[in-house]
C-alpha cells in the first residue's frame, strides 16, 4: 500500500509563490510516475505538472514557465515538490499529489493510482 501526503498550501497574493510537498511512504518503489493535480470548485479534476523516476517531466500548458516539479526518491521515501511562482487567482484551487506504476508520463487523473488528501491554495487579486 501507498499512503501520500501533501503540505504546503495557503493563502497568497496574486504574484506570490508557494511551495507544495508530497511524502509518499510504503511501497514506493513501485511509484514510477508521481503528480501533481488540481481542482477548482465547480470544476473537474485537472493535471498540473508530472515527473518520473528519470526525471522527464510534462505540465500543463498555463503552468509553463511559472511551476517546477521536482522529486526525490530514497530507498523507503519518495518525495514529490511544486514550487509554484508568479501565482494568479486561476491558481487557486486544492492541489493534490498523485502516484502510478504506470511507465509513462500520463495526464489523465484516471491512470493515477493513488491520491492524497488534497491541500488548499488561494491566490487572492
Known sequence: QVRLVESGGGLVQAGGSL???CTASG???????MGWFRQAPGKERE???NMNRSGGDDYRDSVKGRFT??????????YLYLRMN??????????????????????QSTFYDYWGQGTQVT???
Open 27 to 33: 511501497l514506493t518503489s513501485s511509484l514510477y510516475v
Open 47 to 49: 493535471f498540473v505538472a
Open 69 to 78: 516539479i521536482s522529486r526525490v526518491s530514497t530507498k523507503n521515501m519518495e
Open 123 to 125: 491566490v487572492s487579486s
Open 86 to 107: 508568479s501565482l494568479q487567482p486561476e491558481d487557486t484551487a486544492v492541489y493534490y499529489c498523485a502516484a502510478t506504476n504506470q511507465g509513462t508520463l500520463v495526464t
Open 19 to 21: 511551495r507544495l510537498s
